[in-house]
């Protein structure tokens, strides 16, 4: 089982920046990918960012060029800097790892993720 801890939101307007914070709790498993997920009221959950063991990153289209993802496993601890915030990033984000390796097209699709953590809440007032 494998522990994810994250960190970091809070409230910011418009243009302001937050750095999330994941830390794992146990062993990571090998060749896994990270990812960062969000999941607004009345929406379903969305693939926001994730890298794999090569800290090889992908991005969804909606946060490209302003959220950056990257990953310490000395630490074992995952970051997302979320910069240029809107109001439609409002959400709860949540980390995620992977038992493995991911093919490139699954990498920012929730279903794949076996262990999550519990969310940390970003809000961004207008």
């Known amino acids: 089982q494998v522990h994810l801890v994250e960190s970091g939101g809070g409230s910011v307007q418009f243009g302001g920046s937050l750095n999330l914070s994941c830390v794992a709790a146990?062993?990571?498993?090998?060749?896994?990918?990270m990812g960062w997920f969000r999941q607004a009221p009345g929406k379903e959950r969305e693939g926001v960012a994730a890298?794999?063991?090569?800290?090889?990153?992908w991005y969804a289209d909606a946060v490209k060029g302003r959220f950056a993802i990257s990953r310490d496993d000395d630490t074992k601890t995952l970051y997302l800097q979320m910069n240029s915030l809107k109001p439609e990033d409002t959400a709860m984000y949540y980390c995620?790892?992977?038992?493995?390796?991911?093919?490139?097209?699954?990498?920012?699709?929730?279903?794949?993720?076996?262990?999550w953590g519990q969310g940390t809440q970003v809000t961004v007032s207008s």
């Open positions: 995620a790892t992977s038992p493995g390796y991911l093919e490139y097209s699954s990498r920012l699709t929730d279903a794949p993720y076996t262990f």
């Open positions: 146990v062993y990571l498993p090998g060749r896994n990918c």
């Open positions: 890298i794999d063991k090569d800290g090889r990153p």
